[in-house]
């Protein structure tokens, strides 16, 4: 190879790993310190907004009844307020204290309008028992009642007790959602 073409690309080579270094510093900042667009709406500019692929995202709604106030039923009651229309599509609970009986267990619940505790919608097949082996996750069962597991906007979800739950502690349930 003639020595000016080696020479020229050479050059070509340096000037390369000098702009991949520069990249890579300007990728490094922006890692250790990201900027966050500013971005709001004011209601005018609702037309230009896409809420094409907000159907079907997934929400998870989290909620623990703390420490030894698990064993306790006045403690189980609505958790959640849905703020827009979803459906059920798994449910997990885990506690850390069994209960000593055997009937200890519990129910989601759906409730609409003026509904109290106890007289909602079941949405699992069958309760989960709070007597069951203490610190395992457990995935119910949800209702064949497709009706059910749809909640519409400002519908509640309830933990619903039911049996002796004496012993219970740190119950903690996952329910997860899509958006419909």
């Not at 094409?52 to 009651?77: F, L, P, Q």
């Not at 209960?99 to 609409?112: I, P």
């Not at 909640?151 to 997860?176: P, S």
């Amino acid at each position: 190879m003639p020595p000016e073409l080696q020479k020229a690309l050479q050059g070509q080579l340096n000037e390369l790993r000098q702009k991949q270094d520069a990249d890579h510093a300007q990728l490094i900042k922006i890692l250790r310190d990201p900027v966050l667009p500013d971005h709001s709406h004011n209601g005018f500019d609702s037309d230009s907004l896409d809420f094409s692929e907000i159907r079907r995202r997934r929400i998870w709604i989290h909620h623990t009844i703390v420490g030894t106030a698990a064993a306790t039923a006045a403690n189980y009651a609505v958790f959640w307020i849905a703020p827009f229309a979803c459906t059920l599509v798994e449910f997990r609970e885990v506690h850390q204290t069994a209960g000593s009986s055997a009937d200890a267990a519990l129910q989601l619940e759906k409730l609409t309008g003026t509904e109290a505790l106890d007289s909602g919608d079941a949405m699992l097949n069958s309760a989960m028992e709070l007597d069951a082996t203490a610190n395992v996750v457990r995935t119910a069962t949800l209702t064949n009642t497709f009706a059910n597991r749809n909640l519409a906007r400002g519908d509640r979800l309830a933990l619903d007790d039911a049996g002796t739950l004496t012993a219970v502690a740190n119950v903690t349930v996952v329910a997860e959602f899509v958006l419909t």
